[in-house]
């Protein structure tokens, strides 16, 4: 039987107010968690379609609907910057070769109109391979509330196949959140948010799932189990190790309702995957914070970690790094000012140059700042803002290439930026 993801009226009411509330960072949220109001009303996660900008923003003019707010980008092997960006009915890819300044005409990826499902942790996501084929993922409503569905293109983005379910199971269960990762062989992964193994609706939790891409042979069949007891709607955060395993860094459901975070690492040979208990920042919430967190390993092998918390042990966004493969990590190092409501992490791990980004919100603007460590985060820069807007702004993402170090940030007054940090 399928099973609805918003289950009455008053509850859609709730989900779509205090998503909004998490996404823009406003006053409110802070006085709420103060309050602990917050843990009586938020309700379970929703799937909204985008705010869109403005027709005519930068580098929107020439979309239908003027583009939308949530879009993901990645660099190419040739050094060229890929983006994915959706509408009310419809996705695009475009490409700039001048580092974001311009961008090419968008393609269409859904020939037939879909009810997009987007949001800043349930968004598109575009990656490139070593051969040049381009791979698209992005939600939309479907035989289920929300399903993932992905796209390639073998003729360097000129055209993309007809987009297809990504999980084996899309017609009975509702699948979203998907992210890419691109193990060191190149091989494309994208795991994934999956109900399919619900049973009891009145619990919390979701099942990590996953599946392997390649342009000219397609899915890797079937989708395999990570894990279950997911937070059910905070993004994964994504990489691999030097021995070339997935390793995940997520919100999971604790004993208790605590919603801390828990680092997974796949293993050859199809074994168990290890999972293992990271945060202990006790936030217990009957909701879902819609905040995930991000993960970063260096060339020496240390991994670096970000996230958000309002827990009863600490409040706000905090940075740790492992010398051991994630079994221990330093004490948590806690950025940003707290009464700006610090939000939404990025980190980027270069040998011993660690970089860190998030935003902040002053009651009246939103400011993007970063923070640098060249000694592998065990000392830092003073942060630095490097951009301010006053509308809606996207969560910011780090990205690289030969060229050196960006920030991917949108918003909806100014349209999309890549920032240099060179």
């Known amino acids: 039987m399928k099973k609805p993801a918003v289950r009455n009226p008053i509850e859609t009411i709730q ?144 055209s993309f196949s007809t987009p297809m379910p990504l999980s084996d199971k899309a017609a009975d269960a509702n699948t979203f959140q998907g992210r890419f990762g691109v193990n060191r062989t190149g091989q494309v992964y994208v795991f994934w948010h999956d109900e399919r193994n619900r049973t009891d609706w009145r619990q919390s939790g979701n099942a990590i799932y996953y599946t392997t891409i390649a342009g000219d042979s397609g899915l890797s069949a079937p989708a395999q189990k990570l894990s279950d007891t997911l937070c059910d709607c905070c993004r994964i955060a994504t990489t691999f190790d030097k021995d070339n395993q997935a390793v995940l860094f997520t919100r999971f459901i604790y004993p208790v309702g605590i919603r801390d975070h828990g680092m997974l690492r796949t293993q050859p040979n199809n074994k168990e995957p290890l999972t293992w208990r990271v945060t202990f920042d006790n936030w217990i919430i009957e909701g879902c914070p819609e905040h995930g967190p991000a993960i970063s390993i260096s060339d020496d092998g240390r991994y670096h970690i970000a996230w958000f918390t309002q827990g009863s042990v600490r409040q706000g966004l905090f940075f740790a790094y492992s010398t051991d493969e994630g079994q221990h990590f330093s004490g948590p190092l806690a950025f940003g000012e707290l009464k700006k409501l610090p939000s939404h992490p990025d980190i980027l791990a270069q040998g011993k140059h660690i970089i860190l980004t998030w935003t902040e919100f002053d009651g009246g603007q939103t400011q993007l700042l970063v923070m640098h460590s060249n000694d592998g985060g065990k000392t830092w820069l003073p942060p630095k803002p490097i951009a301010k807007f006053k509308a809606d702004a996207d969560f910011p993402f780090l990205l690289s290439n030969n060229q050196g170090l960006f920030v991917s940030w949108n918003s909806r007054t100014e349209g999309y930026q890549l920032i240099p940090l060179n």
Not at 38 to 61: D, F, K
Not at 71 to 92: C, Q
């Open 15 to 158: 989900k779509g107010f205090f998503s909004r509330l998490f996404q823009r960072r406003c006053q409110l949220l802070k006085l709420l968690f103060c309050m602990g109001a917050v843990l009586a009303l938020i309700a379970s996660c929703s799937h909204p379609n985008q705010a869109h900008l403005s027709a005519g923003a930068a580098n929107y003019s020439h979309y239908p609907d003027g583009g939308g707010l949530f879009v993901s980008a990645a660099f190419g092997p040739d050094g060229r910057l890929w983006r994915v960006v959706p509408e009310k009915h419809h996705v695009y890819v475009d490409v700039s070769g001048d580092l974001g300044k311009t961008f090419s005409a968008p393609v269409l990826i859904n020939k037939e109109a879909q009810p997009i499902k987007v949001s800043g942790e349930n968004r598109p996501g575009v990656v490139v391979d070593r051969s040049g084929h381009i791979y698209v993922i992005y939600a939309a409503e479907s035989t289920q509330p929300v399903a993932l569905f992905y796209s390639v293109s073998k003729d360097n983005g000129h």
